[in-house]
């Protein structure tokens, strides 16, 4: 069993505490690099793509083309659950995650190395929108990922603390992404057209090496191993589909997290995407004050990711997780009132303060999916479960959208729709610490 002991000597305290670091800093780092190159291609999407990929078509025309390449990332995301969830459960986190990191770092470096539409035609968007499938594909494998690999390696005491690592990676890679978009939106129009897009897309051939040399140094997760020297001591064999076990053994245990874990994609892009669609388009605010909202929103969830962890490790996950859900629907009414009130500065903090109180149930979020699913099928139990409420939620704003139609007011949609997401998340939390109580170890292999 995989279990933390007290280091016999100053020395094993020591090399345990480099090993940790190691593994937390490798946990953020991809995570980081991963959402740095699905948000680059969001942003450079909506900007410049519509002329340099679909430039025959009617302007309008190819920008909704070109935010449905960037939707095809979310379609991908479940496919890569069941297939890097299966390499997870059968050859190891550390294997899988490099195979992850390596993927969306070259598919993205080489989209900043494509020919445009003038260049290449009708090819060009096409091997864009396959480029832009396969970062999906990794997405959907790095978060679950990264936090089996933080939670498995943590002391039992701090394992909602290691398990945040990957979280960060969301805000900062908000963060780092919208400062390099906005630094090379400074340049000429004609040169952003002709080279400023690329470089974006570049860097992420040096975030690639320099991740990839931490990553290579992380050791492989000690439940893992203990898993593969249990089968192998009772003569067992590896599941030929660990995802037939999740539905076999744990099928209840998917809703509860697809349930949870709408808040994490649909709350997000609701108070980013929507939220920036209803400032501009309902009261004219220009889209900088919005983007800097959400750049805001991006500090204070990683403040609440912080706390949120810290919380976890006091509490338990699932307590947090339900508690962080409970205070953000008591904000929702605030929040509500300032959006409705029209004036820029309230809209401003109603924006900044939506994004920032995910992060309290963010933060402990992985640890408490975690331990839901056993060790031998865990990495696509996770994996499948999450990517699928992701996909539900990368909806979201289409849903609000209509919402508003039917209504005839995009006032009550935000406060409505986070609402009922926030419920989910509190129901789905509480639910999970009923499953999780009838269980002793919930992480050991």
């Not at 599941?239 to 709350?267: C, Q, W, Y």
Request: aromatic share 10%; charged share 10%; proline share 4%.
């Amino acid at each position: 069993m995989a279990t933390s002991t007290a280091p016999s000597s100053p020395s094993a305290a020591q090399a345990d505490v480099k090993r940790l670091r190691r593994v937390a800093t490798t946990s953020f780092m991809g995570t980081a690099m991963e959402w740095y190159d699905y948000f680059i291609y969001g942003l450079l999407a909506a900007l410049v793509f519509d002329e340099l990929f679909f430039p025959s078509f009617d302007p309008a025309v190819g920008t909704v083309l070109a935010l449905l390449s960037f939707g095809i990332g979310f379609i991908a995301r479940p496919v890569g659950a069941i297939l890097f969830g299966h390499l997870g459960d059968r050859i190891g986190r550390k294997k899988t995650l490099i195979i992850t990191l390596l993927v969306i770092g070259l598919s993205t470096g080489i989209i900043g190395l494509l020919p445009t539409f003038d260049a290449i035609g009708f090819a060009a968007p096409i091997i864009l929108t396959t480029l832009r499938f396969i970062q999906g594909l990794s997405l959907g494998g790095e978060w679950s990922g990264a936090v089996l690999l933080a939670v498995e390696h943590a002391p039992a005491k701090q394992r909602a603390f290691y398990g945040a690592m990957p979280q960060y990676g969301s805000p900062v890679g908000t963060l780092v992404s919208s400062a390099v978009v906005a630094l090379v939106t400074l340049l000429p129009e004609d040169q952003l057209l002709a080279w400023g897009w690329r470089i974006p897309f570049l860097l992420s051939f040096v975030f690639l090496a320099v991740a990839l040399y931490m990553r290579l140094r992380v050791e492989e997760s000690p439940v893992f191993t203990d898993v593969v020297q249990v089968q192998q001591a009772q003569q067992e064999t590896k599941a030929k589909l660990p995802l037939i076990e999740v539905f076999r053994h744990a099928g209840g245990r998917v809703l509860i997290v697809i349930a949870t874990v709408l808040f994490a994609s649909g709350g997000f892009f609701l108070m980013t995407t929507y939220a920036v669609s209803f400032g501009t388009g309902e009261l004219g605010m220009e889209p900088w004050k919005l983007l800097t909202a959400t750049m805001i929103g991006a500090v204070l969830e990683a403040i609440g990711i912080y706390v949120g962890a810290k919380l976890g490790d006091r509490w338990g996950a699932w307590k947090t997780v339900a508690f962080g859900g409970i205070l953000a629907l008591v904000l929702v009414v605030p929040i509500a009132l300032m959006l409705g009130s029209g004036v820029e500065v309230l809209v401003i903090a109603a924006v900044a303060l939506g994004i920032g109180m995910l992060g309290i149930p963010y933060g402990p979020l992985g640890t408490m999916l975690s331990e839901l699913f056993s060790a031998r099928y865990r990495y696509s139990g996770v994996a499948v479960s999450y990517n699928i409420g992701g996909l539900i939620g990368g909806f979201v704003p289409s849903i609000a959208g209509a919402f508003a139609l039917a209504v005839g007011s995009a006032v009550v949609v935000i406060p409505v729709l986070l609402g009922i997401i926030m419920a989910l998340c509190v129901v789905g939390g509480l639910i999970a610490g009923r499953v999780l109580s009838r269980q002793q170890e919930t992480i050991a292999a």
